[in-house]
């Protein structure tokens, strides 16, 4: 599955969301022929969507079947979204973006990828731990383990980069 966007909040009284899509969101996307997915509870869950209207090149607004009052619809507030990888082959290859909402461990601390800063001179992921925001280096030196089913993974940084 790859990840292409984040539901951000409520967007009107029946359930409907705003959408932010990632750089990556398929073009080709046919909200009637195919669902979206996300996480609940560790679990993939489908979204069918009802209506699916984009907004600009990084939003949309959408409506998914079975989530039809904002109570519904609070559960899935602030999950990424996902497609159906389009390649049968398992790629070795990944960007950073889909490692947002990633569990992450430090040392001893567990915390979770929050955002990604794509800066072509310093990247950065944005990890809470804590309660606490943390900008660290999005580089591959620093990244001991990934897990991409359990969506976890294991940073080893410098002392001092975190206090």
Known sequence: M????????????GGEVSLTLYAN???????????????????VVPLFCDSFSR??????????????TPKRAELIIGNEIFVEAESDEE???FTFEE??????RIGRMKGEIVDFYDNEFNPLFEIELKGKRYLVP????????IDFDARTMKLVLPEGLID
């Open 138 to 145: 999005a580089v591959e030196e620093f990244i001991a383990a």
């Open 55 to 68: 907004r600009g090149a990084s939003g949309a607004v959408a409506a998914f079947a079975d989530i039809d």
């Open 91 to 93: 790629s070795d290859e």
């Open 2 to 13: 790859l990840a292409v966007g984040r539901i951000n909040k409520l967007f009107g009284v």
């Open 25 to 43: 969101f398929p073009d080709n996307f046919k909200a009637e022929e195919q669902p979206l997915f996300t996480y609940v509870n560790s679990l």
């Open 99 to 104: 490692l947002l909402g990633f569990s992450v």
